[in-house]
């Protein structure tokens, strides 16, 4: 199975568990692009709803493509009822946009399941002049708060971490100037989520490679998460930073 199409076999299990933006990042943004209402959006990607909520809010005209079945009628369900929300369930490779143009376009932690070659030009051509393509992804360090801790989960990965498929993505997030993109800068915000065992374990579970562990060494693996978080107190405490980058289409 491609990275980009497994998500969609955990619909309720990436809800619980794929990490939010700090509000800091969709303040910046809202007020960057000038979101709201008149101004169209287009998020690729939404999986289920992890940074749609702000933007939707704005009053915008709010449009998403979702390549997951499961993940769009998870989205259909939690924003149907919204007048300003629509959303297609499609392939952003290959979907026929006709002649929709948008004010921006943004991406939270999609874009680099599309190679570059496509995302770049496609985003440029269906964007306004002037239009504000973002593209945003969390990276979090927990070692930073527990070094034995660190140390622990890092012996778990050693003697279980035998992913199914290796994960081998590239995305190279400043080659939008290559692509006629200006205004290039990347800004940073910063966040904290705590966990206990259990959710880590759950959270654990949403990362594209973990889901391709096989399943004897997988309940193993996932098991010995559980118990390093338990040998150190019960939690597990991650910083976040937050990433933000943005560009524009030339006027």
Known sequence: MEFRKIFDTIPEKFDKYRPRYSQELFDALIAYAGIGPGKAVLELGPGTGQATDPV????????AIE???????????????????????????????????FDMIYSAATI????EEVAFPRTFSLLKPGGVLAMMLTRGDYRVNNEALYQRIQRVYDAYWKPGIPYNQHFTYTNAVNWGFVDFEKREFFGQRVMNADEYVGYSGTHCDHMTIPEETAVKFFKGLHDAVEAEGGRIVFSDTHVLYLCRKPL
């Open 67 to 101: 390549l997951g079945e499961h993940l769009y009628a998870k989205m259909k369900e939690k924003y149907g009822a919204c007048p300003n929300f629509s959303i297609v369930n499609d392939d952003f490779i290959t979907h026929d946009f006709g002649e929709q143009k």
């Open 56 to 63: 939707l809010e704005t009053g915008c005209d709010y449009h």
């Open 112 to 115: 680099q399941w599309i190679p």
